[in-house]
């Protein structure tokens, strides 16, 4: 750098022409002057020495660092040591197009420091990656820190396997005797309402077959003889559930409607004369069984139907008249005439019933 120096006090000391020379200068002088001026030779030593030293610096840099890494990585064996890269300038200087500005700045820098030492640069920042310490590490969690497992080295590598292929098995789900018995019946009712009767017949007699107290199936099926006016074979079905559930009153109380409907009452009464179930929760078996002891001339049981009756609903108008008639049949007057004249007094009557118990009473009236 002492060359560079005398080079440019050199420069210093040459004498500068006036404006007002004697003599005119020639344009070969001046081209030749131009061309081979000292200062660009001074420029490009500068620039080799800069390159130089930054080569040398970097050269340095790397020679230590290797050494220090491998000091730490045996102090934190966790963490695998990895060599930072020294990542090349983006951009090469560029070199100065002014040579006045280039020869004025060389001029301060030099001016500035001693002519016996050498410059001092300090590297760009980007080069060198900086070293985190463990203490920096635990205190930075969200930056991403180059950690290896160490169980990874320790555990023996396991092979990938494909997964399994699920089996699906199907296993038979149990169903009781009545949950099938019930699945029978709603398929019948389905194909009755689509007007298949004979499908329906024969999923009703497989639902009695496993519930034989079903006794929905067993009217339903009776229905759909009925409704063909198939009379002795819905009798004969109704048949069956009496012998099977005697105790089980929709039964006789069917069969007896049937056998009224094709004019057999008697056998209608046989069916039905010793039934006596709650009246509360059969009125309508116990109305039929008065009427039908009317019909068949059993008049004592039906006065006392029509008393039982009675005693739900004292003001029923039909039910007076019914027991006037039977009382008036067997020759009770006063409670005849005291069952037609409440009778009379409540509404409710047909115009027939309403003059048949007006003519009675003034005929049994003394």
Do not use: C
């Not at 094709?262 to 009427?291: C, G, V």
């Amino acid at each position: 750098m002492s060359v560079i120096n005398q080079m440019l006090q050199n420069l210093d000391k040459q004498p500068k022409q006036t404006a007002d020379a004697d003599y005119p200068i020639l344009e070969v002088e001046k081209k030749l002057t131009s061309k081979f001026k000292p200062l660009d030779i001074s420029i490009i030593f500068l620039l080799i020495s800069i390159a130089a030293i930054l080569g040398w610096y970097f050269y340095f840099n790397q020679a230590t660092k290797v050494p220090m890494e491998a000091k730490h990585a045996e102090q934190n064996p966790a963490i695998i040591p990895v060599e930072s890269k020294v990542q090349e300038p983006v951009s090469e200087a560029k070199k100065p197009t002014n040579i006045v500005q280039a020869v004025v700045k060389a001029k301060a820098d030099t001016s500035a420091e001693s002519t016996t030492q050498a410059p001092k640069l300090t590297p760009p920042s980007t080069l060198v990656e900086p070293k985190l310490t463990p203490s920096q590490t635990k205190s930075e969690p969200n930056k991403p820190s180059k950690k290896v497992n160490n169980t990874a080295n320790s555990q023996p590598k396991q092979k990938s396997t494909a997964p399994a292929k699920a089996k699906v098995s199907i296993a038979a789900t149990t169903k009781t005797p009545e949950e099938i018995a019930q699945n029978k019946f709603n398929q019948a009712k389905e194909a009755l309402s689509k007007g298949l009767f004979v499908k329906s017949e024969q999923l009703l007699k497989q639902a009695l077959n496993l519930k034989p107290d079903f006794h929905q199936a067993r009217i339903t099926w009776m229905s759909i003889r009925y409704g063909e006016q198939n009379y002795p074979s819905a009798l004969s079905i109704l048949q069956q559930g009496i012998q099977a559930y005697p105790e089980h009153l929709d039964y006789p109380f069917l069969a007896a409607r049937i056998l009224t409907e094709i004019e057999q009452p008697d056998a209608a009464w046989q069916l039905i004369a010793n039934r006596t179930p709650e009246i509360s929760m059969h009125s309508d078996f116990y109305q039929f069984k008065a009427l039908l002891a009317q019909q068949t001339e059993n008049w004592q049981p039906a006065l006392t139907t029509w008393q039982e009756l009675l005693g739900l609903n004292p003001n029923q108008s039909n039910w007076l008249l019914g027991a006037a008639i039977a009382a008036d049949q067997i020759d009770k007057t006063q409670d005849a005439i005291h069952y037609y004249q409440l009778a009379l007094s409540h509404s409710g009557l047909s115009q027939a019933s309403l003059e048949f118990a007006q003519q009675r009473l003034l005929e049994i009236q003394p």
